[in-house]
């Protein structure tokens, strides 16, 4: 792959999985400030790993794995605990917007009770990631992948109960 | 209240109606109702700040990575230089003898040698394969980061090697100068140069110790908890 191929592969694949990414840093880091370090660590390390490309995984499950391992890796200026999540501003017009705008910041609270992989996991589910490909991403079987996410289902069912009810 | 479905990709199948919600929210008490596959949408459907012009930031992305390269070749170029300048250093004050162009050989290759393999196991922490599915790529990070704690590690060995050689090459560069010496400053001398670098390396070696349980060893202890949270029951 020439630098010139690889520039263009990598403007490609940032344009494309920029919005997913970031979603990803911020359901991971629950905290605004801290998703611009994490999402600039994560496609330097897809333009590092951009030479080895061999097309051997399909484009998206191939960044969301770096993606995945740089979340996992990457130092944590706070804990998960310490900042409520600061879901991006929405213009607000309607009742319908209000209710999506609610249950969107229900959504935001709850994943960030849940456990480090279990935020990752929950936030490629919701990105649209198919069982095979969550699989593929953590290195965990299929099978598994499906128990993991009933539980975190089951997680999250009981904590956005509890934030309807004011618990967080 | 219905929980998710558990069954189907993505947590649901086609063809089969709504799941029932069971969110229930102050504004939305009466009418929300929520599957997964709502919240899939409601996700994806997030606002995100936007720059102005998404790929001028790409190639200036792309751009910053390129100085990054550029800087960590000329980092490199920089400490070839230092070498260089320090044999030449050492050769024309202490004059071109047989014995001292052996004791400055062998002194650079005391400390080259460890150098090169310190700073190979550093850029192998630093190229991490980010590609590898979530449990090897832990798997091998792991490895990685125990490496320069390990007793058998290359850096270690390496490292007496080259405190060996630095012994050998400072007493081959003095033995000319001090020959006129006396017998009793000569071998008082020769002791002391041959256990000071031996006594810097295992110090050394301490404070690496402590630093590696400051820098890294609490990334290790989080990198193998997830490791087992990820591997739980997935046998």
Not at chain 1, 8 to 15: M, Q
Not at chain 1, 130 to 158: F, M
């Amino acid at each position: 792959m020439t630098y010139a191929e690889r520039e263009r592969l990598f403007v490609h694949l940032f344009e494309q999985s920029r919005a997913g990414i970031r979603r990803l840093c911020y359901s991971y880091l629950n905290s605004a400030s801290e998703v611009d370090d994490l999402f600039q660590e994560i496609m330097t390390n897809v333009w590092k790993s951009l030479s080895n490309f061999r097309g051997e995984a399909k484009l998206t499950t191939w960044v969301y794995r770096i993606a995945v391992n740089t979340a996992l890796i990457h130092h944590r200026r706070r804990r998960p605990s310490e900042e409520l999540s600061d879901v991006p501003d929405h213009r607000v017009s309607t009742q319908r917007d209000l209710e999506r705008q609610e249950q969107l910041e229900a959504l935001h609270r709850a994943i960030a009770q849940l456990g480090d992989q279990d935020r990752l996991i929950v936030s490629l589910l919701l990105e649209g990631l198919d069982y095979k490909e969550i699989a593929e991403v953590t290195g965990i079987t299929v099978n598994y992948v499906g128990v993991k996410i009933s539980r975190i289902k089951q997680a999250l069912e009981q904590l956005m109960t509890e934030v309807s009810h004011g618990a967080f | 209240m219905v929980p998710f479905e558990e069954d189907g990709q993505n947590g649901s199948r086609p063809g089969r109606p709504p799941l029932e919600a069971f969110l229930s929210f102050p504004a939305a008490r009466e009418s929300a109702l929520c599957s997964f596959e709502e919240l899939q949408q409601l996700w994806q459907s997030q606002p995100q700040p936007e720059p102005p012009a998404v790929a001028a930031e790409s190639r200036g992305m792309a751009a910053a990575l390129r100085r990054f390269r550029r800087r960590q070749y000329i980092f490199n170029g920089l400490k070839l230089m230092i070498i260089v300048w320090l044999a030449w250093f050492l050769l024309s004050r202490l004059g071109v003898s047989g014995l001292t162009v052996l004791g400055v050989g062998l002194l650079l290759a005391g400390m080259i040698n460890p150098m090169v393999s310190d700073w190979r196991s550093q850029s192998a922490i630093a190229r991490l394969d980010f590609t590898r599915p979530s449990v090897g790529f832990l798997d091998a990070t792991l490895e990685r980061l125990r490496d320069p704690n390990d007793p058998g590690a290359p850096f270690r060995r390496a490292g007496w090697m080259g405190i060996a050689m630095i012994a050998t090459g400072a007493n081959l560069i003095f033995a000319r100068p001090w020959a006129t010496e006396t017998l009793l400053f000569r071998i008082a001398s020769h002791t002391a140069i041959t256990l000071v670098p031996f006594a810097a390396f295992t110090f050394g070696l301490k404070v690496r110790a402590k630093r590696y349980a400051i820098d890294y060893k609490p990334l290790v202890e989080r990198l193998e908890a997830m490791k087992a949270a990820l591997e739980e029951h997935d046998q």
